[in-house]
């Protein structure tokens, strides 16, 4: 499945953004994940198909909600609070097992989308 974000851009330290990720992902278990220059792909937060369940990095757990409106297809994460060290590309990722583990790390998720940047000035 094709998966397309949004919504990112440049804000100053303390600003909120909110990020959409669309497509056809209704079946899919949504994850964000972020990459930094010079730094390896690393987890943000994801969600359950259903919406009811969600996860979130350590970094970002209390600044970061994530939803999802499948009637939309759409999957939202709304970033409150930014910092600089939250600079990076965000990509969105579908995943069609079930909740384990791996919805941490890259691999779990079959498809991805192109990603978007998302810039903090301090």
């Known amino acids: 499945v094709q998966l397309v974000e949004s919504g990112g851009g440049l804000v100053q330290a303390g600003g909120s953004l909110r990020l959409s990720c669309g497509g056809s992902?209704?079946?899919?278990?949504v994850g964000w994940f972020r990459q930094a220059p010079g730094k390896e792909r690393e987890f943000v937060a994801a969600?359950?198909?259903?919406?009811?369940?969600?996860y979130f990095a350590d970094s970002v757990e209390d600044r970061f909600t994530i939803s999802r409106d499948n009637a939309k297809n759409t999957v939202y994460l709304q970033m409150n609070n930014l910092k600089s060290e939250d600079t990076a590309v965000y990509y969105c990722?579908?995943?069609?097992?079930?909740?384990?583990?791996?919805?941490?790390?890259?691999?779990?998720?079959?498809?991805w989308g192109q990603g978007t940047q998302v810039t903090v000035s301090s």
């Open positions: 990722a579908g995943r069609e097992g079930q909740i384990t583990t791996d919805i941490y790390y890259t691999p779990g998720y079959s498809c």
């Open positions: 992902i209704r079946t899919y278990i």
């Open positions: 969600i359950s198909r259903s919406g009811g369940t969600t």
